[in-house]
């Protein structure tokens, strides 16, 4: 990369992180310190606003750069994320959305604990989303590392690193000083700089094969290596029988987990009534859908355009496949329209990891102070009352959440360094079949089961997420193979890269053995107004 190239793209770079500061500066100026501000932006967003701030978070550099990098790779099977991430957008529309936004206040846990013993469940449901945040988070610093890796030139594993390290920490800031309603305008910001520049791409790619898409998929097939297999199921799924269980497992995933991603689910407070999150939605799925539109022509089109062996040399997962689209396409390296272009692309790429790594750093912050310290708190108080002693001090929620962002940036920074050679897309994947079995069960089972009880959502929630993460542990993700995060170990005994397969449908049956098998009695009243208010709205927060 050319010294020019390399000081425009850092220029666009630190134009984007100085107006996101700017945001967040202004937010914390106007900010009251109520839990509802922070957590939930003061519920003051419009519809519209709100749809644009949900397609930002639900498109993340997963989508961006790492769908497109295993489209460039894999042809045909790499389509798999962008029609599942696509048709899991509409599980939500239809199953939780409306309904989470009138049972909860601000966290996943509101709605489970709105009927059942809240403490033991809102601890349970805290941590299972502390898991999942965490898991998606460390997909996104693998995607920084990437991108300024090669903006920099492939000077290797220290540029990466501090990039991970530097994401991490502009991710304390917005959130501990921003809260909800500076992550929301970075979101609205960072979504129609996406949707600007994957338009302007992909109407590249297809004026480069005169709009023919039969041309561009046979000039993607030539070039891949593999021929008419390219468009053809199998190339990354169609080895062996355990590769298609994969394939069967990575859909169940992508299709199920949105629903649990807590980050996603927290969106649906910031606006005023069960209306506006309903045609929040409304508009997120436009754009969502457009957006997964484009990764196909952009994937097939880097396959085209590039060749899969000048992606896969660039980096061995293709999270680096549309910057080098845009750098071709623009008039290649050296050229003046291929070093803007490049920067331009890079820029948005990276503004994408930064808004979405502040929503997601929120969401898991406010599970830590809401779930996991005020119940936690409150039964320390409980028994302190008790005793006759004089009850200590407490730090309130707000203060918690902004100390508990460092420490998941922490956490996040450190797995980023372990996970730089793993696809993008693939590490989402993951988190999504965490959230699918652990989350979802316990989230539909207290909307939809009247019988349901506390034992059957504490064994739901653990008995999805504790198969799925010894699951992942002890898979090929892991270790035994050269792609793994420890590849000079072998310690794997499950076959599966996605352990979705097993977990979800573990996490469905465990939450109903817990309940067939508990001692107590549903309340049959609490449930009534749990759901007269799912369906209704009244008495919504």
């Known amino acids: 990369m050319s010294g020019d190239h390399q000081a425009l793209a850092l220029v666009l770079f630190s134009a984007f992180v100085a107006v996101t500061l700017g945001i967040t500066t202004w937010a914390g100026r106007h900010r009251r310190g109520s839990a509802e501000e922070f957590y939930a932006g003061g519920r003051l967003f419009s519809p519209m606003e709100n749809g644009f701030a949900i397609a930002g978070d639900y498109m993340s550099a997963a989508s961006f750069l790492g769908i497109s990098g295993l489209i460039a790779l894999y042809g045909y099977d790499g389509m798999l994320y962008s029609v599942g991430f696509l048709v899991a957008w509409l599980v939500v529309l239809f ?26 469940v809102r601890i349970a449901s805290g941590v299972s989303s502390i898991t999942v945040s965490v898991l998606y988070l460390v997909a996104q610093m693998v995607g920084a590392g990437s991108l300024v890796a090669l903006l920099l030139g492939g000077t290797g594993e220290a540029a990466r690193s501090w990039t991970v390290v530097g994401v991490g920490a502009l991710m304390v800031v917005y959130v501990s000083l921003g809260g909800m309603r500076a992550t929301t305008w970075i979101q ?69 987990g949105t629903a649990g991603l807590p980050h996603i689910l927290s969106r649906f407070y910031t606006v005023p009534t069960a209306r506006a999150a309903r045609r929040s939605v409304i508009w997120s799925i436009g754009l969502i859908g457009s957006f997964y539109l484009m990764t196909i022509v952009l994937g097939f089109g880097a396959a085209a355009v590039l060749g899969t062996e000048q992606v896969r040399a660039s980096n061995a997962a293709g999270n680096t496949a549309v910057p080098l689209l845009a750098l071709d396409l623009g008039g290649g390296a050296g050229s003046t329209g291929g070093t803007v272009l490049f920067a331009v692309v890079a820029a948005i790429a990276f503004a994408t990891i930064l808004a979405v790594v502040a929503g997601i750093t929120l969401a898991s912050s406010a599970s830590v102070a809401h779930d996991l310290y005020a119940s936690l708190g409150r039964r320390r108080a409980r028994a302190t009352a008790g005793d006759g002693r004089k009850p200590r001090r407490r730090w309130g929620e707000v203060a918690v959440a902004r100390a508990a962002a460092v420490g998941i940036g922490a956490v996040a920074i450190g797995l980023g360094l372990l996970a730089q050679n793993l696809n993008v897309a693939f590490l989402v994947g993951l988190a999504f079949a965490v959230a699918a079995s652990s989350n ?9 089961w009247r019988d349901f009880t506390t034992r059957g959502a504490l064994w739901s929630v653990y008995g999805g997420l504790v198969p799925a993460v010894v699951l992942v542990v002890f898979s090929p993700v892991v270790s035994g193979s050269g792609k793994s995060l420890f590849p000079g170990v072998d310690f794997s005994v499950f076959p599966l890269e996605n352990p979705g397969l097993v977990s979800i449908p573990l996490g469905f049956f465990a939450g109903w053995l817990g309940t067939v098998t508990s001692s107590e009695v549903p309340d049959e009243a609490r449930h009534a107004e749990t759901e007269v208010r799912a369906l209704t709205g009244a008495g919504a927060a």
């Not at 199953?95 to 033991?120: I, K, M, P, Q």
């Not at 590249?204 to 468009?231: I, K, N, P, T, W």
């Open 95 to 120: 199953l939780v959305a409306e309904l989470v936004r009138n049972c909860g206040r601000f966290t996943l846990a509101d709605v489970v604990a709105s009927r059942l013993a809240a403490r033991r």
């Open 440 to 448: 979802l069960p316990v989230l539909l089972y207290s909307l939809f």
């Open 188 to 256: 609205i910001v960072k979504a129609v700089l996406l949707m600007a520049g994957a338009t302007a791409l992909t109407a590249l790619v297809l004026s480069r094969f005169g709009g023919d898409l039969g041309r561009l998929l046979q000039a993607a097939a030539d070039r891949s290596g593999h021929g008419a297999s390219f468009l053809a199921p199998g190339l990354r799924y169609g080895g062996g029988w355990t590769d298609r269980l994969d394939f069967i497992s990575l859909g169940l995933a992508l299709v199920l």
